[in-house]
């Protein structure tokens, strides 16, 4: 059993996967990495997810407009390609001690490579499952060489056409790959919850029959946490320790009490979705049940007297006849003197008078 297996089961029994994703936001500090690690490690969430990666490996160094964000961008306006990058990838050098806290926690560290030179790094620090950014979604090569290790495939599919991830599954699968978990995506950073088209989960599930999740960017925990109740195993956040810290992901990151409070209402929603249709008093408003309203005697009556307005009412709690009998019994006499406070029975009453 792989650990993507392991972690399925724990979605479909009522524990949805929540990946916590560490990205940029070590800010340029291995203690601060560390320190997140150890802070995701209290909030309930299984994995927590990293990028390797350096700014060679992931675009040139050059002036030019193509490489360089546009002026317009919420995030990161103007800025060039390398030196984000530069900035933000998590160095090569830290990640056998990142995954070694992580293990340390009882967490499941893995990342996303982005160059052969990555997966080989990831290898020798024995990562289990290797994720596929939206943007490489595209690079069926490197999805082939991720697969080629056997370990279970992450897939994003955001900007991509059904024909795109078609072409991304078969490249996993004749790579070799284990389990392929697909993630609905929204690649705008951050992302608007109008954006988010959860739609689309149960469309990937249905047109590829592999399990199918959420990356999300937007604000807050409303979005993945309604992805989980369309269905989706996985839900992957953006983790800081501080949003108003400045980082080059801060912005549309959870901090860590946001993410535990993620972990709690995902499984609340796939609770409230698990049990299916139910109708009737069911377990729990058993005592509620007791409540419901009934027809009861509201006044001392003699023998004769008739069921009416003055004599009976629809009350709180139950245990009289329901109150859509009234009409069959109004104007009815009660068979013996019977005392307020008695629920209404079909014993108390004689047979209609006949006109």
Known sequence: MTVVTELLAQAAAGRPWVIAELSANHDGSLDRALA????????????????????????????QPAFRVTDDHGLWGGRGLFDLYREAGTPY????ELFDRARSHGLTPFSSPFDGSAIELLEGVGCEIYKIASAELL?????????????????????????????????????????VV??????????????????????????FGVPVGLSDHTPGIG?????????????????TLDRDGGGVDSAFSLEVDELAALVRECAAARAAVSAGPSFGVRPGEEETA???????????VAAGETVGPGTVR????????PPGTWDDVVGRPFARPVRRGTPLGWDLLDAPVRP
């Open 36 to 63: 997140t690690i150890d802070a995701i490690a209290g909030t309930g969430a299984q994995t927590v997810k990293f990028q390797t990666y350096t700014a060679e490996s992931m675009t040139l160094d050059s002036d």
């Open 182 to 207: 697909l993630l609905s995506c929204t690649a705008a950073y951050p992302a608007d919850p109008g954006q988010s088209h959860l739609a689309n989960i149960a469309v990937l599930r249905e047109a």
């Open 290 to 300: 007791r409540f419901r309203r009934s027809l009861w005697v509201t006044r001392d």
């Open 314 to 321: 629809a009350l709180r709690p139950a245990g009289g006849l």
């Open 223 to 239: 979005v993945p946490v309604a992805a989980v109740a369309l269905g989706a195993v996985a839900v992957e956040k953006h983790v």
């Open 139 to 179: 690079d069926l090569p490197l999805i082939r060489l991720a697969a080629s290790t056997g370990k279970p495939l992450v897939i994003s599919t955001g900007m991509a056409s059904l024909g795109e991830i078609d072409a991304a599954l078969s490249a996993a699968r004749s790579g070799g790959s284990g389990e």
């Open 93 to 96: 050098e830290w990640h056998q």
